[in-house]
């Protein structure tokens, strides 16, 4: 009879999905708030957002524990910033901070698939995307974790951004006003909460602009 290895991973995906829109001076962030493993539902109530900064907040996929050390390395590495320059950091500087973050465990990464919005120096709002190992881009628009296959092409169909390559370069914002890219945010989650067992029970949107950060809820499918 031959033995079996017992396998066991020190990964898992808890699934669900996030979704970041930049604007001219506005960012929409969303995520679902559905925990999974396998065919099995967590919780349905878990936020996969967490506000770093007065203008950035980061939705995160994929493992949740992993999510959750990243978060409080970031929180830290943020309170420590504050005190040696006695001001929060910028949305490029706090993604410039989660790339060498994310990099730096590359032998053993976080698994987690993250987006990071907030608006720049300048009042433009700005969405970074990554990969688990720090590899990052900013973009007008991005969606990470389960749902991001089925999002993505509605997302490029929608508000394709012109390439990075065509001079001189172009603004990665999209050109929708701030109620817009809202609407959009939920139409996206709508149709891929049909399709993905993965995301659903509510959506939960952050947005920031000028006047600070507010959030709205809309309900999704449960089962």
Same mark, same amino acid.
């Given at each position: 009879? /031959?033995?079996? #290895?017992?396998?066991? +991973?020190?990964?898992?995906?808890?699934?669900?999905?996030?979704?970041?829109?930049?604007?001219?001076?506005?960012?929409?962030?969303?995520?679902?708030? !559905?925990?999974?493993? $396998?065919?099995?539902?967590? =919780?349905?109530?878990? &936020?996969?957002?967490?506000?770093? /900064?007065? !203008?950035?907040?980061?939705? *995160?996929? $994929?493992?949740?524990?992993?999510? !959750?050390?990243? #978060?409080?390395?970031?929180?830290? !590495?943020?309170?420590?910033?504050?005190? #040696?320059?006695?001001?929060?950091?910028?949305?490029?500087?706090?993604?410039?901070?989660? &790339?060498? =973050?994310?990099?730096?465990?590359?032998?053993?990464?976080?698994?987690?698939?993250?987006?990071?919005?907030?608006?720049? &120096?300048? $009042?433009?709002?700005?969405?970074?995307?990554?990969?688990?190992?720090? +590899?990052?881009?900013?973009?007008?628009?991005?969606? #990470?974790? *389960? $749902?991001?296959?089925?999002?993505?092409?509605?997302?490029?169909n929608q508000l394709k951004s012109p390439s990075p390559l065509l001079l001189p370069a172009k603004d990665a914002v =999209?050109?929708?006003?701030? &109620?817009?890219?809202?609407?959009?945010?939920?139409?996206?989650?709508?149709?891929?909460t049909e399709r993905d067992i993965y995301t659903g029970d509510k959506l939960e949107i952050v947005i920031l602009n000028a006047s600070g950060i507010r959030r709205e809820e809309m309900d999704l499918r449960k089962d």
């Amino acid at each position: 009879m /031959t033995k079996k #290895q017992a396998n066991w +991973s020190p990964y898992d995906n808890n699934g669900g999905t996030c979704v970041a829109v930049a604007g001219a001076d506005y960012c929409v962030i969303a995520a679902d708030t !559905r925990m999974s493993t $396998g065919y099995n539902i967590l =919780t349905r109530d878990y &936020s996969k957002i967490i506000k770093l /900064t007065d !203008r950035c907040v980061m939705a *995160s996929s $994929g493992f949740q524990a992993d999510v !959750r050390a990243l #978060q409080k390395v970031l929180a830290s !590495r943020h309170l420590i910033y504050q005190h #040696q320059h006695n001001k929060q950091m910028s949305c490029p500087a706090m993604g410039q901070l989660l &790339s060498n =973050t994310l990099y730096y465990k590359r032998f053993f990464p976080y698994y987690s698939f993250n987006v990071l919005g907030g608006l720049d &120096s300048e $009042g433009k709002g700005c969405v970074f995307t990554y990969d688990a190992v720090g +590899s990052y881009e900013r973009v007008g628009y991005s969606s #990470q974790g *389960s $749902g991001a296959t089925l999002i993505m092409p509605f997302l490029d169909n929608q508000l394709k951004s012109p390439s990075p390559l065509l001079l001189p370069a172009k603004d990665a914002v =999209t050109p929708l006003s701030e &109620s817009e890219a809202i609407d959009l945010v939920k139409t996206c989650f709508a149709s891929a909460t049909e399709r993905d067992i993965y995301t659903g029970d509510k959506l939960e949107i952050v947005i920031l602009n000028a006047s600070g950060i507010r959030r709205e809820e809309m309900d999704l499918r449960k089962d």
